[in-house]
């Protein structure tokens, strides 16, 4: 077992939910995705092993995912909700080109510094972490 499949068999535990096939099954399948899947794009994917499953049971399965930390929904304002795997990753901003659609990911040690320390002003306990940018990248301009 990964340690992703630990972290979902703990979650379904603690909150007296299913343990079923079928999502480890949408696990398996989303932590070979790479970059930011819509819920459609995924639902295409593992329509391909699960012939009947319906949207919703794939977008249910992806919440589930971010609610214990193994996945990130991301929004990148054109209002499609896209997940990204999150379990053991660093925090990372991105860069949305209004245009062509691109997106980069960014890390920055000067954006983790100033959320601790806005977190520590506020006495949050963060859960998440986004930073989004907005704009034409650099073949767009
Ligand atoms: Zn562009
Ligand atoms: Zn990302």
Same mark, same amino acid.
């Not at 209002?79 to 991105?94: P, Y």
């Not at 034409?136 to 301009?141: A, D, G, K, S, V």
């Given at each position: 077992?990964? +340690?992703?499949? !630990?972290?979902?068999?703990?979650?379904? +535990?603690?909150?007296?939910? +299913?343990?079923? !096939?079928? &999502?480890?099954? %949408?696990?398996? %399948?989303?932590? &070979?995705?790479? $970059?930011?899947?819509?819920?459609?794009?995924l639902?295409?994917l593992?329509? /391909?092993?699960?012939?009947?499953?319906?949207?919703?049971?794939?977008?249910?399965?992806? /919440?589930?995912?971010?609610?214990?930390?193994?996945?990130?929904?991301?929004?990148? $304002? !054109?209002?499609?909700?896209?997940?990204?795997?999150?379990?053991?990753?660093?925090n990372?901003?991105?860069? %949305?080109?209004?245009?062509? $659609?691109?997106?980069k990911?960014?890390?920055?040690?000067?954006? !983790? /510094?100033?959320?601790?320390?806005?977190?520590?002003?506020? +006495?949050?306990k963060?859960?998440?972490?986004?930073?989004?940018?907005?704009?034409?990248?650099? &073949?767009?301009?």
């Amino acid at each position: 077992m990964s +340690k992703e499949t !630990d972290v979902l068999d703990e979650h379904l +535990k603690a909150n007296n939910l +299913k343990k079923t !096939d079928q &999502r480890f099954g %949408i696990l398996d %399948i989303f932590l &070979r995705t790479a $970059g930011h899947i819509s819920a459609y794009e995924l639902h295409t994917l593992i329509r /391909k092993q699960y012939p009947n499953i319906g949207f919703s049971t794939v977008y249910r399965t992806l /919440k589930l995912f971010t609610e214990c930390g193994l996945a990130n929904e991301v929004n990148f $304002g !054109d209002g499609r909700a896209r997940f990204e795997k999150s379990f053991r990753r660093v925090n990372h901003g991105h860069l %949305i080109c209004s245009k062509c $659609g691109k997106t980069k990911e960014f890390t920055s040690a000067a954006v !983790d /510094k100033v959320q601790k320390q806005i977190v520590g002003e506020h +006495k949050y306990k963060p859960q998440g972490f986004r930073f989004e940018i907005y704009g034409l990248c650099n &073949r767009c301009q």
